[in-house]
């Protein structure tokens, strides 16, 4: 079955970058989109951006210009890389499987269980 | 940039009473509709998806309609399994969640 796991630093300083890995298990991260999503207590759950094996990416146009993702398909893991960090980053990051179910029908059937993150000095 | 809303916030209700959350999106969405539940220091979990489809392994008691811009999620007989935060969810250039109803116990 798909299991998914977050890891990375819990803690992290204004204006430094958050960095954050999913390791995926039970099926081959190249078949699938993979998503970060977050959640703090100010803006309910936000969708981050999404990457597909080692090429695509897709970002919230809200945070764009901050965020980076990427695939290592040797270690069946993705990650996201958020710069320049303030407290309104503070959340819970979770990855996900982004599922296309096919007519455009797209959803997150799988999740981590998240990780807390806060920023702070 | 489209928006969802639900309503209501929260709601309590009794073991066994039929529950219905509402979802409203800022425009025309067609079916593209998702559910999630979510229970307290846990994932969100799908529920459903376009409108209407029960994931695998979800029990038969939730169920989704709607169309356009009006959508719900009926629990037939609530359960105190099913005390949880539920979430719609569109997705379109980019997903977007509602800001989502918490259901209690009465």
């Known amino acids: 079955q798909v299991q998914l796991q977050e890891s990375g630093p819990g803690l992290v300083k204004p204006s430094e970058t958050l960095s954050l890995t999913c390791n995926v298990s039970?099926?081959?991260?190249?078949?699938?989109?993979w998503s970060w999503i977050r959640q703090s207590a100010g803006k309910g759950l936000e969708w981050i951006g999404r990457?597909?094996?080692?090429?695509?990416?897709n970002y919230n146009p809200s945070l764009k210009s901050r965020v980076t993702m990427s695939v290592d398909t040797s270690k069946n893991q993705f990650s996201l890389k958020l710069k320049t960090v303030s407290a309104a980053d503070t959340a819970v990051y979770y990855c996900?499987?982004?599922?296309?179910?096919?007519?455009?029908?797209?959803?997150?059937?799988?999740w981590g269980q998240g990780t807390m993150v806060i920023v702070s000095s | 940039d489209i928006q969802m809303t639900q309503s209501p916030a929260s709601l309590s209700a009794s073991v066994g009473d039929r529950v219905t959350i509402t979802c409203q999106a800022s425009?025309?969405?067609?079916?593209?509709l998702n559910w999630y539940q979510q229970k307290p220091g846990k994932a969100p979990r799908l529920l459903i998806y376009d409108t209407s489809s029960l994931e695998t392994g979800v029990p038969s008691r939730f169920s989704g309609r709607g169309s356009g811009t009006d959508f719900t999620i009926t629990i037939s007989s609530l359960q105190p399994e099913d005390i949880a935060t539920y979430y719609c969810q569109h997705y379109d250039d980019f997903p977007v969640f509602g800001p989502g109803t918490k259901v209690d116990i009465k």
């Open positions: 996900a499987r982004d599922l296309d179910y096919g007519d455009y029908v797209r959803a997150f059937d799988v």
């Open positions: 425009q025309d969405i067609s079916h593209y």
């Open positions: 039970g099926v081959s991260i190249s078949s699938y989109y």
């Open positions: 990457v597909y094996s080692t090429v695509t990416t």
